[in-house]
């Protein structure tokens, strides 16, 4: 049996930006960096992620840490390095976006749920090599877990996610457009084969030093059967407008890594806002609400905090979690669907909804506005005397019907059940008709989608069946 080393080269783009922690800073969560201050993708953040999304299947591929008896642990066959991150801060600085949770009941900011983190710009690039030791006996399956891995990348498929805090719409890695996977095998019984791979390990690899490398090939029916993934366009009809704000009450921006300015939906934000419906709708049918008003009354009543953390472990107290945490995994799919498919403190969820992003058309003069802001000034009327209330005056601006393109959004759902894709497309349909605002309350909120959805994946005929509901003539 003789060795050989796999070479996979995964040409990666972030279409919305990417998050890879390392601590924080009191409630700034900070990106990850290298010796010289530049972010990087931590090579153990990539290949855990890779590891939980094989499962099983891929654990011959990952190696064993030492049982409990003191067995001997098995050595990783994959190779996974540390990965520079590449955009121009110059042009395209780091963004430090501010999120937060709100109260359902009250509308309210919750205690402990404002945090701020810091993340790369959208369209972060990066290049994945990846190193496997394969021999000569196991080529067949070597081969088949290289194209597995890739296979995850496929835009068609959703992406895959990388990096902290994707939960907020970031994270999403494809690959870049018109560029695919290759690998290379490096037979070490062959001089030469080894020669060229140590030379490659030696140099620092670049997209030239695999243009010879051979393309991964994909099965025919490479689409995966345990995800539903969705894509629309969001537009503001005629008239309206929305405003979700980022501090400074005006419509959240960022800049790509082109350097052009974005208007942004941020995929917390559409998150929550199908939480929220969702969790409506299983109430309506008899499902266990964990987040009810009843359990809101109970906790005010008896003096018990309601906070993010209390939410986020499903009101279990603090000195129970450990003993308790097996007990509620094992019976959050019957007892707790909507936490089952958003996720909780102990078990991320399995939905995700992606930024946003539209190009501002054209970048205003400091101090000015863009053609597609519009400005507003506010005040509080006092009911006694009708006037203004001291301290109450204060002004907006709002993005408008103006802007001529669509919000793209892209989300998807790993092992969806019926009854959740049947809530999504029904939370879909209510945003559509007007029946869900967007944003903060200083604009009316109102969108709808531009087009019939595009989905694929179980259950997407639920989507492809939507009529957008015109409200333009």
Same mark, same amino acid.
């Given at each position: 049996?003789?060795?050989?080393?796999?070479? !996979?080269?995964?040409?990666?783009?972030?279409?919305?930006? =990417?998050?890879?922690?390392?601590?924080? *800073?009191?409630?700034?969560?900070?990106?990850?960096?290298?010796?010289?201050?530049?972010?990087?993708?931590?090579?153990?953040?990539?290949?855990?992620?890779?590891?939980?999304?094989?499962?099983? #299947?891929?654990?011959?591929?990952?190696?064993?840490?030492?049982?409990? *008896?003191?067995?001997?642990?098995?050595?990783?066959?994959?190779?996974?390095?540390?990965?520079?991150?590449?955009?121009?801060?110059?042009?395209?600085?780091?963004?430090?976006?501010?999120?937060?949770?709100?109260?359902?009941?009250?509308?309210?900011?919750?205690?402990?749920? !404002?945090?701020?983190?810091?993340?790369?710009?959208?369209?972060?690039?990066?290049?994945?090599?990846?190193?496997?030791?394969?021999?000569?006996?196991?080529?067949?399956?070597?081969?088949?877990?290289?194209?597995?891995?890739?296979?995850?990348?496929?835009?068609?498929?959703?992406?895959?996610?990388?990096?902290?805090?994707?939960?907020?719409?970031?994270?999403?890695?494809?690959?870049?457009?018109?560029?695919?996977?290759?690998?290379?095998?490096?037979?070490?019984?062959?001089?030469?084969?080894?020669?060229?791979?140590?030379?490659?390990?030696?140099?620092?690899?670049?997209? *030239?030093?695999?243009?010879?490398?051979?393309?991964?090939?994909?099965?025919?029916?490479?689409?995966?059967?345990?995800?539903?993934?969705?894509?629309?366009?969001?537009?503001?009809?005629?008239?309206?407008?929305?405003?979700?704000?980022?501090?400074?009450?005006?419509?959240?921006?960022?800049?790509?890594?082109?350097?052009?300015?974005?208007?942004?939906?941020?995929?917390?934000? =559409?998150?929550?806002?199908?939480?929220?419906?969702?969790?409506?709708?299983?109430?309506?049918?008899?499902?266990?609400?964990?987040?009810?008003?009843?359990?809101?009354?109970?906790?005010? %009543?008896?003096?018990?905090?309601?906070?993010?953390?209390?939410?986020?472990?499903?009101?279990?107290?603090?000195?129970?979690?450990?003993?308790?945490?097996?007990?509620?995994?094992?019976?959050?799919?019957?007892?707790?669907?909507?936490q089952y498919l958003f996720g909780t403190g102990f078990q991320r969820g399995r939905i995700h909804f992606s930024d946003a992003l539209v190009p501002i058309s054209s970048e205003p003069e400091p101090g000015n506005f863009s053609k597609e802001e519009n400005y507003r000034s506010h005040v509080r009327i006092d009911p006694i005397t009708g006037g203004a209330v001291p301290g109450a005056l204060f002004s907006n601006t709002v993005l408008?019907?103006?802007?001529?393109?669509?919000?793209?959004?892209?989300?998807?759902?790993?092992?969806?059940?019926?009854?959740?894709?049947?809530?999504?497309?029904?939370?879909? %349909?209510?945003?559509?008709?007007?029946?869900?605002?967007?944003?903060?309350?200083?604009?009316?909120?109102?969108?709808?989608?531009?087009?019939?959805?595009?989905?694929?994946?179980?259950?997407?005929?639920?989507?492809?069946?939507? %009529?957008?509901?015109?409200?333009? #003539?």
């Open positions: 049996m003789s060795k050989i080393m796999y070479g !996979l080269y995964l040409p990666l783009v972030f279409p919305e930006g =990417l998050a890879p922690g390392s601590g924080s *800073d009191f409630n700034t969560l900070l990106l990850a960096r290298d010796g010289k201050g530049k972010p990087v993708l931590r090579g153990t953040a990539l290949a855990g992620a890779l590891r939980h999304a094989c499962g099983e #299947e891929g654990e011959t591929f990952f190696g064993s840490s030492c049982g409990k *008896d003191l067995d001997e642990g098995v050595p990783s066959p994959l190779k996974v390095p540390d990965i520079s991150l590449e955009f121009d801060p110059a042009q395209s600085p780091e963004d430090t976006r501010t999120h937060h949770m709100r109260n359902r009941h009250t509308n309210t900011v919750l205690d402990g749920a !404002l945090f701020s983190l810091e993340s790369c710009p959208p369209g972060t690039l990066a290049e994945v090599l990846l190193w496997l030791e394969g021999s000569s006996e196991n080529k067949k399956r070597d081969k088949a877990f290289l194209a597995h891995l890739a296979g995850f990348f496929i835009p068609e498929r959703g992406g895959f996610l990388v990096g902290g805090n994707a939960a907020r719409g970031i994270g999403r890695a494809v690959f870049r457009q018109g560029k695919m996977a290759v690998f290379q095998a490096f037979d070490f019984t062959d001089a030469g084969a080894l020669g060229k791979y140590l030379d490659f390990r030696q140099n620092i690899p670049s997209a *030239d030093a695999v243009k010879d490398w051979k393309p991964v090939s994909f099965p025919e029916n490479g689409e995966s059967s345990d995800r539903l993934t969705v894509q629309f366009e969001l537009k503001i009809p005629r008239g309206q407008d929305i405003l979700i704000a980022d501090g400074d009450m005006a419509p959240q921006r960022v800049r790509n890594r082109e350097g052009k300015l974005c208007w942004r939906i941020p995929g917390s934000t =559409l998150r929550g806002l199908f939480r929220s419906w969702i969790t409506r709708l299983a109430a309506r049918e008899g499902k266990d609400v964990m987040d009810t008003h009843a359990k809101y009354r109970e906790f005010i %009543q008896s003096g018990t905090p309601y906070d993010g953390d209390s939410l986020a472990w499903l009101f279990v107290r603090k000195l129970e979690r450990k003993n308790k945490k097996e007990e509620l995994r094992r019976d959050m799919p019957a007892k707790y669907p909507v408008t019907s103006q802007l001529a393109r669509s919000f793209s959004v892209t989300f998807f759902v790993e092992n969806p059940q019926e009854h959740e894709a049947k809530w999504l497309a029904q939370t879909l %349909q209510a945003l559509d008709f007007g029946l869900l605002r967007l944003g903060s309350s200083k604009a009316s909120g109102r969108i709808q989608l531009a087009g019939a959805p595009a989905a694929s994946g179980v259950f997407s005929e639920l989507f492809t069946n939507i %009529q957008p509901f015109e409200t333009e #003539e």
